[in-house]
């Protein structure tokens, strides 16, 4: 499948914003959609997901309060809504899909054959 993300920016810490991940090609319904970010200088780490029928969500202890994943099934999109940011959440965030029916996500990059190319969110003290 297809992704391309959007809805980064800059705000101030306090300050939320969401993102967004629309998918199209193949069935899309099949997949299900992790978001992960990467800092300079770090590895890419995971943030959160949803399964393919949004029934299931998984955040990171980092994030859990703060940001929530959701999808649109007939919009074919994901969102993250990310609230109370912090300085340390300054990245680029990218969403990845897996197909997951029958099957489990992961939270390892190394796992996820379809990306988007990144939306830069930074979050000024």
């Known amino acids: 499948v297809q992704l391309v993300e959007s809805g980064g920016g800059l705000v101030q810490a306090g300050g939320s914003l969401r993102l967004s991940c629309a998918a199209s090609?193949?069935?899309?319904?099949?997949?299900?959609v992790t978001w992960f970010r990467q800092a300079p200088g770090k590895e890419r780490e995971f943030v959160a997901q949803?399964?393919?029928?949004?029934?299931?969500?998984h955040e990171a202890d980092s994030v859990k309060g703060r940001f929530t994943i959701s999808r649109d099934s007939r919009k074919n999109t994901v969102y993250l809504q990310m609230n109370s940011l912090k300085p340390e959440d300054t990245a680029v965030y990218y969403c990845?899909?897996?197909?997951?029916?029958?099957?489990?996500?992961?939270?390892?990059?190394?796992?996820?054959?379809?990306w988007g190319q990144g939306t830069q969110v930074t979050v000024s003290s």
């Open positions: 990845a899909a897996k197909w997951n029916v029958g099957m489990p996500l992961t939270t390892t990059p190394k796992d996820y054959e379809d």
């Open positions: 949803i399964s393919y029928n949004g029934r299931a969500t």
């Open positions: 090609g193949g069935t899309v319904s099949n997949y299900g």
